[in-house]
């Protein structure tokens, strides 16, 4: 009689608790119990038990994909200069599109990856998701146009090269490049504003059209300020360029531009301009002063370039990539990329806005304020066009015409910049 007694209780028991299940009375999260202890209920509850409301067996809503950009980098991210600027203008896409994810592949040059080609290292970002690739160097436009014909869903950007000027790219590649040469009109000018000496030297990359034009616009900069806004003597003025062969020193194949520096130092300039990617213009620069020289330098990329030693820094002139290449990965991932060779000027409005403006100047501490007054006069007539430094006459350095006197140059002219200017000292060729 007892046990038949005791379980009475128990029935009791499992009925309401089928009950209250079969109501939807159950809670929602059940304590933990050990597994044995699960199976034996699963087994001995009632069918309505064990069936959860339709709803709660849907699948959630899948997560979107999300939109992968990639670039590839002809150096380190951190150099200081082009690479940093790059990678920080691709950062800045990936904090302002919703659901965006930014990869890259840095280092692509033969130093740091012998033998490999870019249109090898745009397949690895491709295989990673990417639908949308940056390549950022000049070197980089054949294998640019390689991948972007093998990969016609994918959008390419060419920063700095000129296939779509020159009708060779792919429907799906468009060029991007600020008008870096009024930064270097600017660095020309304060250069000459603040030098004792006279004597200018600017360290060089390797040879091409890009780096010529920007050689030639520092030294209009320069040769303005210097004859115009001193009033010194035009012949009282040196500007010499030595170009080390490659955007960054290569040990064994490009010239060592710690040493170029030095050479500049010894030969007796006192303001040294930048043109590569790195920052050894300033270290240099700055290790002369400490050792008792006044040496000042302007380096070259990237906005906070001057932190590597403020106090000898006149000002860097820099890209902010960020706002274009916002635009244009919008584009492509709205479907609206059109091809473009878009070379653009800086937002003269306020060149340092950072949300419009693809070419700033950042002036430096040792800028005095005289002369910082004086290049922002200089940058107010670039800005209203009062002023355009590719006005005749002008030669290249073996004479032959380079601009008509009362003519200015096109872009395309400018562009396709074939020599350095008469005046300059310095290679024009490779």
């Known amino acids: 009689m007892k046990r038949a007694l005791t379980r009475w209780p128990v029935l009791l028991i499992l009925v309401l608790g089928a009950l209250l299940s079969a109501c939807g009375g159950a809670p929602a999260s059940p304590p933990a119990e050990s597994p044995a202890t699960e199976a034996t209920e699963a087994a001995e509850a009632p069918a309505a038990a064990t069936e959860a409301p339709a709803a709660a067996t849907e699948a959630p809503a899948a997560a979107a994909e999300p939109y992968i950009f990639g670039m590839v980098l002809v150096g380190p991210i951190n150099d200081g200069g082009w ?12 904090e302002r599109i919703p659901g965006s994810k930014f990869i890259y592949i840095d280092k692509v040059n033969p130093a ?24 950022n160097s000049a070197e980089f436009g054949d294998g640019t146009n390689i991948a972007a014909e093998a990969n016609p869903d994918v959008t390419f950007i060419h920063s700095s090269g000129d296939s779509v000027l020159a009708g060779t790219a792919p429907a799906n590649v468009g060029n991007i490049m600020g008008r870096m040469e009024y930064g270097k009109m600017m660095s020309g000018c304060a250069a000459a504003l603040q030098s004792e000496t006279g004597k200018i030297s600017y360290l060089g990359p390797l040879i091409d059209s890009e780096t010529r034009r920007l050689v ?42 710690t040493q170029v520096a030095n050479d500049f130092i010894n030969g007796g300039s006192d303001v040294i301009l930048s043109g590569i990617d790195t920052t050894e213009a300033i270290v240099e620069a700055n290790k002369a002063t400490q050792a008792g020289k006044k040496i000042y330098a302007i380096p070259y990329d990237y906005k906070a370039a001057c932190e590597q030693a403020p106090e000898v820094c006149l000002g860097v002139p820099y890209f902010n990539w960020g706002p274009s290449y916002l635009k244009v990965i919008s584009d ?33 501490a040792a800028l005095s304020a005289d002369n910082a007054a004086k290049l922002d006069a200089f940058i107010a007539k670039l800005a209203d066009g009062s002023l355009n430094l590719y006005t005749g006459p002008l030669n290249y350095q073996d004479g032959t015409e380079f601009v008509a006197a009362g003519a200015t140059a096109d872009d395309k002219t400018i562009w396709y910049t074939e020599q350095l200017l008469e005046g300059v000292d310095g290679q024009s060729a490779p």
Do not use: H
């Open 112 to 135: 740091d990856r012998p033998n490999v080609k870019v249109e090898q290292v745009i397949d690895e970002l491709i295989a990673q998701g990417a639908k949308f690739v940056v390549t």
């Open 332 to 364: 492509a991932k709205a479907g609206t990329f059109t091809q473009s060779f878009d070379w653009i000027a800086p937002d003269w409005s306020d060149i340092n806005n950072p949300d419009t403006s693809i070419v700033g100047f950042e002036k430096g």
């Open 216 to 257: 030639n616009s520092a030294y209009l900069g320069a040769k303005y300020c210097w004859t115009e806004v001193l009033g010194k003597p035009a012949d009282q003025l040196s500007f010499k360029v030595t170009w080390i062969g490659f955007w960054f020193n290569i040990p064994g194949v490009t010239l060592d531009p």
């Open 83 to 94: 690479n940093q600027a790059q990678y920080e203008g691709m950062k800045y896409v990936e």
